[in-house]
């Protein structure tokens, strides 16, 4: 069989407009296409392939496990679930996890468990989640309404209900909606898809005040920022504030799904025996891929290797715009980096992405007028400086055209 690019469109639901190119193999920080046509990644699958392409320790730790046993189901417990979630436990706040597939799930896992959590505690009346406007948390139904974007949620009906948004670094707007009837205020710890938005010192620590004033849960969404993406294994862990619930995807499996949502026990002991559940949850291939991309990321190495890495990208994204003149902001923590197009170029980012493509370089973008890069935590700083002269190459096409 020919596979092309138009099968796509004849055999697939309409959901997605993906690119041209289908990418067949990667190394590293490095991509080939069909047409053996090579790319730099500074997309890496959505800040998923921290570890880049097929890294010798995940490939190792996937033939492995593949070779042992596959699947068992939640009926039996597994050995790679079991260490890996003990290591996620000695390496965080949390004293208990439950494994997903996917940070959507995770999300719908801390969400029920915040609603059981504050009905078995308080009652009925304390039910509203608060969450903030331009956040994402995954495309479930319960999860999409919680996102702060109603574009996503409107047009399937109903939407669950008691869920309100705030505006992200604007704590009085918090203040405004917040009360003893708050059951959960959920957040990323650095906004992703809403365009790499920081929060200020000022309002991450008043959301965790108003949080213990209320008695609500605080829950971090760290499916995009966590696994070393912002330099800390956590991000929390660089904000001064520890949430009650964590949830954890994309990286976490340096490819291989898997989603999990960390807390306490106090909090925990709320989702008894067959509340919740999953059949794949805790596979032991996904668990074993990611218990070796968490051992290689939670290194001292890997995780100062990222301040060198965004240095690098700060610096050299600042030269390109002295050059040309297209970015109003260059931002981000970590490798979590977004530049922020001018008024000139505003609603542009697709047009830039493109334009990377075509000089061979894979990018992200964050809404319509940021360009985001989320490559992997060990990219060799050659391929940054290799790509970002792609990237010049890019903006200059554009620029000139
Ligand atoms: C990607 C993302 C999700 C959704 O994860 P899926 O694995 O696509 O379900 C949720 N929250 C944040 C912050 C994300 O970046």
């Known amino acids: 069989m020919n596979i092309t690019r138009d099968i796509f469109d004849d055999?697939?639901?309409?959901?997605?407009?993906?690119?041209?190119?289908?990418?067949?193999?990667?190394?590293g920080s490095r991509v080939w296409d069909q047409k053996d046509n090579e790319y730099i990644d500074f997309a890496g699958g959505i800040a998923v392939n921290c570890l880049g392409h097929c890294h010798p320790a995940l490939v190792e730790a996937l033939n492995e496990q593949g070779q042992k046993i596959w699947h068992l189901s939640n009926?039996?417990?597994n050995e790679p679930a079991l260490r890996l979630a003990k290591k996620l436990v000695d390496a965080t706040f949390a004293d208990k996890v439950y494994f997903a597939n996917s940070g959507a799930e995770a999300n719908e896992a801390a969400l029920k468990l915040a609603r059981r959590w504050a009905l078995e505690?308080?009652?009925e009346q304390k039910s509203?989640?608060?969450?903030?406007?331009?956040?994402?948390?995954?495309?479930?139904?319960?999860?999409v309404t919680v996102g702060g974007q109603a574009a996503y949620s409107d047009g399937f009906g109903p939407k669950p209900g008691a869920i309100?948004?705030?505006?992200?670094n604007d704590l009085a707007s918090l203040e405004a909606l917040i009360s003893d009837n708050t059951c959960a205020v959920m957040l990323e710890p650095i906004q992703g898809e809403?365009?790499?938005?920081?929060?200020?010192?000022?309002?991450?620590?008043?959301?965790?005040?108003l949080c213990d004033k209320h008695n609500a849960l605080m829950i971090f969404d760290e499916v995009q920022s966590g696994v070393g993406r912002t330099g800390h294994l956590y991000a929390y862990m660089g904000l001064g504030v520890t949430p009650d619930i964590l949830t954890t995807a994309k990286a976490l499996g340096g490819g291989f799904p898997i989603g999990a949502m960390l807390t306490t026990t106090d909090i925990a002991k709320h989702l008894k025996v067959g509340t919740h559940g999953s059949t794949y949850g805790g596979n032991p291939l996904a668990c074993a891929v990611a218990e070796a991309a968490f051992d290689t990321v939670n290194t001292p190495e890997v995780l100062s290797g990222v301040a060198q890495r965004e240095a690098l990208f700060k610096t050299k994204l600042a030269e390109i715009n002295a050059k040309h003149n297209v970015f109003s902001d260059i931002r981000g923590l970590g490798l979590l980096v977004g530049a922020e197009l001018n008024e000139t170029y505003t609603g542009r980012a697709k047009d830039f992405l493109?334009?990377?493509?075509?000089?061979?370089?894979?990018?992200?973008?964050?809404?319509?007028?940021?360009?985001?890069?989320?490559?992997?935590?060990?990219?060799?700083?050659?391929?940054?400086?290799?790509?970002?002269?792609?990237?010049?190459?890019?903006?200059?096409?554009?620029?000139?055209?």
């Not at 309100?164 to 992200?168: C, F, G, L, Q």
């Not at 809403?194 to 005040?209: C, H, N, Q, Y």
């Open 128 to 143: 509203q989640i608060i969450s903030f406007k331009q956040g994402f948390h995954g495309r479930t139904f319960f999860t």
């Open 75 to 77: 009926v039996m417990t």
């Open 194 to 209: 809403g365009g790499i938005i920081a929060p200020t010192d000022e309002f991450i620590k008043g959301v965790r005040a």
């Open 164 to 168: 309100e948004h705030a505006i992200y």
């Open 121 to 123: 505690n308080f009652g």
């Open 11 to 27: 055999v697939m639901v309409p959901n997605y407009a993906p690119s041209a190119v289908i990418p067949v193999r990667g190394k």
């Open 354 to 401: 493109n334009a990377s493509m075509e000089q061979g370089l894979m990018t992200l973008v964050a809404g319509a007028s940021v360009i985001r890069f989320a490559p992997s935590l060990v990219i060799p700083l050659a391929d940054i400086e290799a790509g970002l002269e792609r990237f010049e190459k890019a903006v200059a096409a554009i620029v000139n055209a």
